[in-house]
């Protein structure tokens, strides 16, 4: 009798841990942006309390990291410049003025105070641009 009722404690809570890893896996951030990277979608991700975390966003196949610097902004402390790069430089083939600028443009909706600026070879790209 002992062993059914421990049995029976120890599958419910197997069962628990069950569903809590499949609901924590579902809701996971960083799983939304691997679904649209494989996708070729776009995707943001950030942690916007965290200055000191690195943004990740996903657009076309290409991932892109994107590092936040704090400065003053008329009388409180916001977010001033943001770097963006990628490792994926094989992957930017295809990819237009116009697709770095959608990417500018929802930068500046996160941060609308701050300089967006572009590490090679991409700012090279967009200085023979324009």
Not at 73 to 99: A, H, N, Q
Not at 106 to 120: D, G, Q, T
């Amino acid at each position: 009798m002992f062993t059914v009722i421990l049995f029976r404690i120890l599958l419910l809570i197997a069962v628990s841990i069950l569903v809590f890893s499949v609901i924590k896996y579902i809701i996971d951030p960083r799983r939304k942006l691997e679904v649209a990277h494989r996708r070729g979608g776009f995707h943001f991700l950030d942690d916007s309390e965290n200055v000191r975390r690195n943004f990740l966003l996903t657009y076309r196949y290409v991932m892109f990291e994107g590092e936040k610097y704090l400065g003053t902004v008329d009388d409180s402390f916001d977010v001033t410049s943001v770097t963006v790069w990628t490792e994926e430089t094989d992957k930017l083939k295809g990819l237009s003025k116009t697709d770095f600028l959608f990417i500018e443009k929802e930068i500046s909706i996160r941060y609308p105070n701050a300089k967006i600026e572009w590490r090679s070879p991409i700012k090279e790209l967009l200085k023979k641009m324009n």
